[in-house]
């Protein structure tokens, strides 16, 4: 799921080296971060929505998307954006503009975004394991079989494997992982929209109502639908990485005039993708959009192809729930170290040779054992709530109002000194209580659908 998988290890190796970025390579760097396992969702969030609504949240995240991205474009120098010192992340310019209660704020909702996405990522990754062992049931013994495969092996398989993954050397140089990852989320992305086109030229006429899913209670109406703005959400984001991505760019023209215009295009073209996704998969399934267009099995056949797609999710996820550990690793890791710097457990190097590579790993018991418990904990936290949609929704509400447009508008008001009597005060902060409000009631809507999956279906079973 998120979405959202850049190659981190490249963009902070090129700090060693001379600024060469250009507007195109920051274009490419933001539409690989924000172009994820989110996508999958959108044919369903469409659905709940319907053909004028849908279309409309699809642009509206956009706009304030992009919007907020030129905001804190302006912040990755201080306190002038052509000339001030360099910010390097996304705390660092908070930390330049803003106080050190919001520096701590921004951690927390930074950490918790963090491991949301690893959460979701396991749920993602075990649904689309199960459907690969499905697709091929149902192709070898028909559509109408009863063809079940277990979550909870599927989700303990996946953490094991990361485990492993997080203790082999070097693991933080993951350029090799990140760029693999990259390459399947385009893949499984244009499988799905191939796949949801071709059906619905098929079906040969247009599937949906104006008002999106109808016969359901207002209730679930409401919840659905807020459920469906957090997966839209949760697709866009993608500011915690945009400081990071400026930090590439060559100083002339300056790197806030040239984030913009990146922004534009990252964004832009996103854009035109999320809405012929969505409205394909929409138009092909109508009111009956699964989901996961790739594991709610809106798709029988090819069955190969369903499961190349799939297997081009996991493999995606394998990448980027490291991409997503990582720095988790590492601040727990300097934390613990910072405590007991003389401790032998966390400073003792060991060394095991690995039969058959020719080869030897090295690890201390600190990190063996502390990134052990991170990945378990975070594996049984899927197992209890396997509910894609949902935890989708819930990560979109967490992540989108602090770090999308809170913190950015919050730095531009500080860097730019906007007074009450300015009507750009008013609206800046109209635009954040609005987009508070919402995250609000699609955290609650998510919750609410969690709570309701949870009294139908029995925790430690994937729900796609």
Known sequence: MEKREIDIEQIEASRDYERKGTVWTAAAHIVTAVIGSGVLALAWSVAQLGWIAGPLALSAFAIVTYYTSTLLANSYRAPDPVTGSRNRTYMEAVRS????????????????NLWGTMVGYTITAT??????????????FGHDAKCNAS??????????????LSQLPNLEKITWLSIMAAIMSFAYSFIGLGLSVGKWIGNGFTKGDY????????????????????????????????????????PSPPENVTMKKASFYGVGATTIFYLSLGCAGYAAFGNNAPGNILTGFGFYEPFWLVDV???????????????????????????VSAQWPDAKFINRVHTINVPFFNSTLRFTLSKLIFRSIIILVTTLVAMMVPFFNAVLGLLGALSFWPLTVYFPISMHIAQEKIGREVPKWYFLHGLSIFCLMISIAVSIGSVVDIASSLKMSAPFKTVG
């Open 97 to 112: 503009y803003l106080s050190p209660r919001k520096v701590y704020m921004c951690a927390v909702a930074q950490y918790v």
């Open 127 to 140: 649904i689309s394991m199960g459907a690969i062992k499905r697709a091929g049931c149902f192709h070898k």
């Open 309 to 335: 797609g799939n297997l081009c999710i996991i493999l995606h996820l394998f990448g980027a729930y490291q991409v997503y550990a990582q720095p988790i690793f590492a601040a727990v890791e300097r934390h």
């Open 151 to 164: 979550g909870t092996l599927l989700m303990l398989l996946f953490g094991i494997i990361e485990l492993i």
């Open 211 to 250: 008002v999106g899913t109808v016969g359901l209670s207002p209730a679930k109406k409401t919840w659905s639908s807020l459920q469906a703005l957090g997966n839209i959400a949760f697709a866009y984001t993608f500011a915690e990485v945009l400081i990071e991505i400026q930090d590439t760019l060559k």
